[in-house]
């Protein structure tokens, strides 16, 4: 059984960092796309990152380019999420999903198949 896990999620000034983990299990991680959503009061989902865990090409959304770094433990079935910068708008629920068809960039919702229960991201002006 596929569980994807986020951690890391909290509330800091604009400015300030946080790091979100997503430690999956029940499949192999090596050869999945993987990709950080996230989803604000009132506004659709959208993928902010995304990186294939086979090969390490990544995506970034224009709005977190330069301040989002995704990565990945692979020892470690764990995916990461390193934000900078953070900004009011940034301020979502933040899901992390995998993707084993391995659909183009940019992620889109409907092609990720597995998902976690999301961590608050809140971030004050």
């Known amino acids: 059984q596929v569980q994807l896990v986020e951690s890391g999620g909290g509330s800091v000034q604009a400015g300030g960092s946080l790091r979100l983990s997503c430690a999956a299990s029940g499949y192999t991680y090596s050869n999945y796309y993987m990709g950080w959503f996230r989803q604000a009061p009132g506004k659709d989902r959208e993928g902010v990152a995304a990186i294939y865990t086979g090969g390490g090409s990544t995506y970034y959304a224009d709005s977190v380019k330069g301040r989002f770094t995704i990565s990945q433990d692979n020892a470690k079935n764990t995916l990461y999420l390193q934000m900078n910068s953070l900004k009011p708008e940034d301020t979502a629920m933040y899901y992390c999903?995998?993707?084993?068809?391995?659909?183009?960039?940019?992620?889109?919702?409907?092609?990720?198949?597995?998902w976690g229960q999301g961590t608050q991201v809140t971030v004050s002006s």
């Open positions: 999903a995998a993707d084993p068809e391995g659909s183009p960039f940019p992620p889109t919702p409907r092609h990720y198949l597995y």
